[in-house]
């Protein structure tokens, strides 16, 4: 079996992908420039998630479902659907916080709740508590005919050194600047 290779330049924009073998060096670290502070990184454009609306502690986010997302029985693959929820409630947190901030995600539940077979889904998150470093949110993920398919719950943790080392932000003061 032929491995894939999924190249990723620093501004994304140039992606190729071959049959060919992993060569050494493309395993990081990587300098990564983000469009903006609210934009997709890498891995949620691979899922080609959407940001629709992220402002005062929500967000909206889709994403389709391709053939690329399916598991063994033709269903989206459950892991895209949460990697969809906590990139909104990610969104939404990053409404809130100063550009640059950086926190992780240090738990998470899901409930699946219908599988999701054509279409396009829809996560609707909002930040749901934030005390001192740590942030509480929720999703639900929607499929075309408003039907809830998952449910999410996640905390984050916001970083003792809360700006982000190595990423450039295009809409930062100074185009170059690496916060």
Not at 40 to 52: N, Q, S, T, W, Y
Not at 162 to 168: L, S
Request: aromatic residues 6%; negative net charge.
């Amino acid at each position: 079996m032929q491995g894939i290779r999924v190249m990723v330049s620093a501004t994304y924009e140039e992606r190729s992908v071959e049959d060919k073998s992993e060569p050494a060096g493309l395993t990081g670290p990587h300098l990564i420039e983000m469009g903006a502070w609210i934009s997709c990184a890498p891995f949620e454009r691979l899922l080609d998630m959407k940001i629709v609306e992220a402002a005062g502690g929500r967000a909206v986010l889709s994403m389709p479902f391709r053939i690329d997302l399916a598991q063994g029985a033709g269903l989206m693959h459950g892991g895209a659907l949460v990697s969809l929820a906590d990139t909104a409630v990610v969104m939404a947190i990053k409404s809130l916080v100063p550009p640059g901030t950086h926190f992780a995600t240090i738990s998470l539940e899901t409930v699946f709740l219908y599988p999701v077979k054509q279409g396009v889904v829809i996560a609707r998150a909002r930040v749901v508590s934030q005390e001192d470093r740590i942030v509480q949110g929720q999703a639900i993920v929607y499929n075309e005919q408003e039907r809830p398919v998952l449910e999410f719950t996640s905390t984050f943790k916001m970083a003792r050194d809360r700006r982000i080392r190595g990423v450039v932000f295009r809409d930062s003061e100074d185009l170059g600047e690496r916060i």
